[in-house]
């Protein structure tokens, strides 16, 4: 109940598409979901973050939409970019500041130019 | 700029060396860190929570007599590797929060940890 499942594993995209990454869980007494962006060799980077009682979310190319009935949220790229190739992990919370996250197994994004 | 600071980013040495890894907040007083855990092409897996001039909570599974966790400060965390094998092998990184409502997670960059 406390695992988060992503996919796809690895995506690829030629520049400009919109490559969409999809999390589910389990444990509805979560209530922050985060996604990151992992270079490698780097710690990850927290790119948005969505709460239950909000379906969509936007900052600059990423929106994320989130389905609280059907317990999925998924990550939108839009225009990608060459340097947007990373590993991307959602991930969720029930708390958003000291609670514990628990990442999805992370998908790995390569924009072709 | 960082908001963590994480230390050394990269360790090779020798089976049965103990190793200590240094995470600090730059950027305000951290009463809760987080050690993580990544092996390659894998996710970030949970090893423990530090908090602040108590022990350190660790995630099943994780040896705590292994794992020394020391949270001494609300700037400074440590996490040492004792008697270090070739399957610890691995990523190690360190989180902090303010425990401050509205205020996320941020990440160090991570320690590579190689053991001969």
């Known amino acids: 109940q406390q695992q988060v499942k992503q996919s796809p594993q690895s995506l690829i995209v030629q520049k400009g598409g919109i490559p969409i990454i999809n999390c589910a869980y389990e444990?509805?007494?979560?209530?922050?979901f985060p996604w990151y962006q992992q270079f490698p060799g780097k710690g990850p980077a927290l790119l948005i973050a969505?709460?239950?009682?909000?379906s969509e979310k936007k900052e600059g190319r990423f929106t994320i939409s989130f389905n609280k009935s059907a317990k999925q949220f998924s990550l939108h790229i839009m225009d990608s970019q060459p340097g947007d190739s990373a590993t991307y992990f959602c991930?969720?919370?029930?708390?958003?500041?000291?609670?514990?996250?628990?990442f999805g197994q992370g998908t790995t994004l390569q924009v072709k130019p | 700029g960082a908001v963590v600071s994480q230390h050394p980013s990269r360790v090779i040495c020798k089976s049965g060396t103990s190793v200590k890894i240094e995470c600090r907040s730059l950027?305000?007083?951290?009463?809760?860190m987080f050690w993580y855990r990544q092996f390659p092409k894998q996710s970030l897996m949970l090893m423990a929570t530090?908090?602040?001039?108590?022990?350190?909570?660790?995630e099943q599974g994780v040896e705590k007599d292994k794992f020394l966790i020391n949270h001494a400060s609300l700037t400074l965390s440590t996490l040492t590797v004792t008697s270090a094998h070739p399957e610890d092998s691995s990523f190690y990184i360190c989180?902090?929060?303010?425990?401050?409502?509205?205020?996320?997670?941020?990440f160090g960059d991570g320690t590579r940890l190689s053991i001969l």
């Open positions: 444990n509805t007494a979560f209530d922050y």
């Open positions: 991930a969720a919370s029930r708390e958003e500041n000291t609670g514990k996250l628990i």
């Open positions: 969505i709460r239950p009682d909000v």
């Open positions: 530090s908090n602040e001039g108590s022990k350190a909570t660790y």
């Open positions: 950027d305000f007083q951290a009463t809760t």
């Open positions: 989180s902090v929060t303010p425990g401050q409502s509205n205020q996320p997670q941020h």
